[in-house]
């Protein structure tokens, strides 16, 4: 599967939402959950180095889950 790209944060969120939820995400990047909540309303514009820094830690975060295994019983 190749990179997905998304419009603003209510579009990622909603991708994500089977999975993490928006605390869960501001959790991840280190952001308010109240700033998360309104980016993804659309109450608040995000800035280039919000995005930045969401991709940034998106990506840290997603390399380190690989790092994660269950043992079998």
Do not use: W
């Amino acid at each position: 599967m190749g990179n997905r790209e998304f419009e603003d944060v209510r579009e990622l969120l909603n991708a994500l939402s089977p999975y993490i939820s928006a605390r869960a995400l501001a959790r991840i990047v280190g952001m308010s959950e109240s700033q998360m909540l309104q980016y993804k309303a659309g109450i608040k514009k995000i800035s280039p180095q919000n995005i930045a820094r969401i991709n940034e830690k998106l990506h840290t975060f997603a390399s380190e889950l690989q790092e994660f295994t269950l043992k079998g019983a």
